[in-house]
């Protein structure tokens, strides 16, 4: 045992030397806060993002994973309660309709029509009318119409690729690529007030502190919404839509401590490598969930450091439970089965066999992610390459998230104070580990901002600011 807990240290170490600890973690979730709350200003008021996924949760590092993008229609309501909504002559209101449909789906009827959002998507085109005052809208509709706007723009003469859509479905999202490189899932959605479901996750009951009554009562007031995807087997798929807690679920994984974190990284990756090949069903969507019942249902002070490698075994077998059993409830909506309809037996029974034998492997699963095997080999062979390695890496995507920032400092229609000094612009990096000297030697783009910072603040103690907060 005290061999296992003494390699999770190790292997928690090297996980913070490549940028995985909390204070990358946290860094990457205030600076991707910020870049939302900037885009969002300079949006129309009818429509604001939210950042989802990895990187809003800050998990993955720079161009490690696709952007994911989810565009709310703020004239654009649904609610069981549709008599409740302020406004309503001036908005397009549905009202939920969750008879006959599948458990987290809705459908969404037809109570007002407002202007259209962008003014090209029409409303009125986009419903069907089952019987007669019952008319709905269309899930498959509205994806399509979206995406054949996306395919459209990609199209026009001077694009040369840099809006490339896969015309594959992928769930409610439309796929873009741009020069081959960035790859962004785009979601088109609406806020959706259901608290049916949100109540019943608030008041269930909880054997543990995790999470807290206090985090509790601010997921719960966090927006709803609904996405444009139907249940998987239904025969009316076309006009379910998915109801989600998107903004919920990013703040309950940010609260997660330090282990719980590393193992939800961990267990995306080696999923990736090992399960997914097995079934594109093993999403990371899938892994999160696990994670998070796990921190529910489980005492909060046995996730530390030194228990990694006993967390992430733990996780996964409890993900081989709800696979034998073909039942994965979602954290958020219990009723709904991640796992229904999703995989075969011989699927099921091959996911089981490679579970077991990556259990059998104790602490070395790790490797199974290239990035930590290749650590481990630069460690063992070369300890002073990992050295240079691990520090490159991190003043590479601590300029990249210091520029971001900056630029956010500049725009003229900045959303949050302003930064005055580079102290301000650096307040969430005072655990840099290099010095403005490295910078110039390191990258000449970090030259280039430094002259920029002389010019642009015209502050003769920006530069003696930046070298204490880089020291």
Not at 70 to 86: G, K, Q
Not at 89 to 109: S, W
Not at 420 to 437: H, I, K, N, S
């Amino acid at each position: 045992m005290d061999s296992v807990n003494t390699q999770s240290t190790f292997i928690s170490k090297v996980m913070d030397r490549l940028c995985y600890g909390p204070d990358m973690v946290s860094l990457r979730q205030t600076v991707y806060k910020n870049m939302e709350t900037e885009c969002n200003r300079i949006l129309s008021g009818e429509r604001h993002i939210v950042l989802t996924g990895s990187k809003a949760e800050g998990l993955t590092a720079v161009l490690e994973s696709d952007t994911d993008i989810m565009t709310v229609f703020t004239e654009i309501i649904c609610s069981e309660n549709p008599a409740s909504v302020r406004n309503r002559e001036q908005l397009t209101v549905f009202k939920t309709d969750m008879n006959y449909a599948a458990p987290g789906y809705t459908f969404l009827r037809i109570i007002n029509v407002g202007h259209s959002p962008f003014g090209i998507i029409r409303i009125p085109d986009l419903l069907v009318e089952i019987s007669p005052r019952q008319i709905y809208l269309s899930s498959d509709f509205w994806k399509n119409e979206f995406k054949q706007n996306t395919i459209d723009d990609s199209n026009l003469p001077g694009n040369h690729g840099f809006k490339n859509v896969d015309r594959k479905n992928h769930g409610p999202s439309i796929s873009i690529s741009a020069f081959g490189t960035l790859f962004c899932d785009c979601v088109y959605a609406f806020v959706c007030n259901c608290p049916h479901y949100l109540n019943a996750w608030v008041s269930r009951k909880r054997l543990h502190k995790w999470p807290s009554s206090d985090l509790i009562r601010e997921v719960s007031k966090l927006e709803s919404h609904v996405v444009p995807v139907g249940s998987r087997d239904s025969c009316v798929q076309f006009l379910e839509w998915r109801i989600c807690f998107t903004k919920g679920e990013i703040r309950l994984v940010q609260s997660l401590n330090d282990c719980l974190t590393k193992v939800l990284i961990l267990l995306k990756q080696i999923a990736k490598v090992t399960l997914k090949p097995l079934s594109e069903d093993m999403t990371t969507y899938i892994m999160k969930n696990i994670v998070l019942w796990l921190a529910e249902t489980n005492s909060y002070d046995s996730f530390t450091e030194d228990n990694l490698i006993l967390v992430l075994h733990l996780s996964l077998r409890l993900l081989k439970i709800c696979v034998l059993r073909n039942n994965l409830p979602s954290y958020m909506i219990p009723e709904r089965n991640l796992l229904f309809n999703r995989l075969t037996v011989k699927q099921r029974t091959n996911i089981c066999m490679r579970i077991d034998f990556l259990l059998r492997e104790g602490p070395r699963i790790v490797l199974r992610w290239p990035k930590i095997r290749d650590a481990f080999t630069m460690i063992y062979r070369t300890p002073d390459e990992f050295d240079e390695f691990s520090k490159t890496r991190r003043q590479k995507q601590l300029f990249y998230l210091f520029h971001i920032e900056y630029i956010l400092c500049r725009s003229p229609r900045r959303a949050f104070t302003p930064f005055t000094t580079v102290e301000q612009v650096m307040r969430a990096l005072p655990f840099c580990d290099f010095t403005e000297g490295d910078f110039e030697r390191k990258s000449e783009e970090i030259k280039y901002l430094i002259s920029s910072l002389r010019d642009d603040i015209n502050c003769a103690s920006a530069i003696n600011q930046l070298k204490v907060y880089l020291a």
